[in-house]
């Protein structure tokens, strides 16, 4: 694993604050994302709500072929599929009431680096089958537009769902799920990340500390021995929020 310490520590020097921990499971993922990020592989990032999929996928970029391209962040859950098209592909002028003018989309945006799709088992079987033209072709027309435009651009996308076991149903393309899982990569949950407990912990504390004008130098003893012994249910990001509103409802 001495690779995945290697980028380990090439990540933390650019967002120091991103990355917490050096268990095994953190490792061998990043030892896996190391293989990955250096080429335009298209990366299926899995993994429950929390886990750090988006700092994953800005690891990725950071340490892909272009690292000075564009990094543009989409999730697919966060619109309605009337105008989830046109945030993506663009539209324009006149292509429906109220496209007053000509609007470039996020694959435009994205060109000569990375797109991310969040949530992409969110995406409408509709949108789906567009989006598998633009993973095979790298082309796509905006709404209302009949010109061609290619992008050069690699796709990473981010899921909390099983796309294979939705494939098999039909709510999702077995096409396109294909062409997404070409380099999958599973993000430990919290529960898994054993000694990070501790180092997750002392980070979170020191910051709420600061915000709030504390002095703590460390955390007891028999409150470490609570946090590793617990089951963790949730993943970093919902246990930040919820250490983060009970820090500043205590002091």
């Known amino acids: ?5 290697e980028l380990l520590g090439r990540l933390r020097a650019k967002r120091p604050s991103a990355f917490i921990g050096s268990s095994k499971a953190m490792l061998e993922t990043l030892a896996l994302l190391y293989k990955a990020a250096p080429t335009r592989t298209t990366v ?16 990725i970029h950071a340490a892909g072929p ?19 098209e046109s945030e993506l592909f663009g539209h324009e002028k006149g292509a ?19 797109i991310f799709l969040d949530e992409v088992g969110e995406l409408s079987l509709g949108v789906q089958a567009k989006l598998l033209r633009v993973l095979q072709e790298r ?26 076991a939705m494939a098999a149903r039909g709510e999702f393309r077995q096409d396109l799920f ?6 999958p990569l599973r993000v430990p949950p919290l529960r898994e990340r054993g000694s990070d407990i501790v180092t997750l912990a002392e ?12 002095a703590i130098n460390r955390i007891a003893a028999p409150a470490l021995s609570m946090l590793m012994a617990y089951h963790w249910p949730g993943n970093v990001r919902s246990e930040e929020r919820r250490v983060g509103k009970e820090c500043r409802s205590r002091w």
Do not use: Q, W
């Open 1 to 5: 694993l001495f690779r995945s310490r």
């Open 44 to 59: 299926l990032l899995l993994g429950e709500s929390g886990v750090g999929k988006e700092m994953l996928a800005d690891a």
């Open 66 to 84: 272009n690292p000075d391209g564009p990094m543009v962040k989409f999730n697919c859950a966060a619109l309605p599929e009337s105008i989830l």
């Open 96 to 114: 429906f009431t109220g496209a007053s003018g000509l609007r470039r989309g996020r694959f435009e945006d994205a060109d000569g680096g990375v």
């Open 139 to 164: 082309a796509f027309e905006r709404v209302g537009g009949n010109r061609t435009i290619t992008v050069n651009i690699r796709v990473v996308a981010a899921t909390n769902k099983d796309l294979a």
């Open 178 to 183: 294909f062409r997404l899982n070409v380099f």
């Open 203 to 214: 980070h979170f504390v020191a910051r709420y500390a600061k915000e709030n004008g504390k």
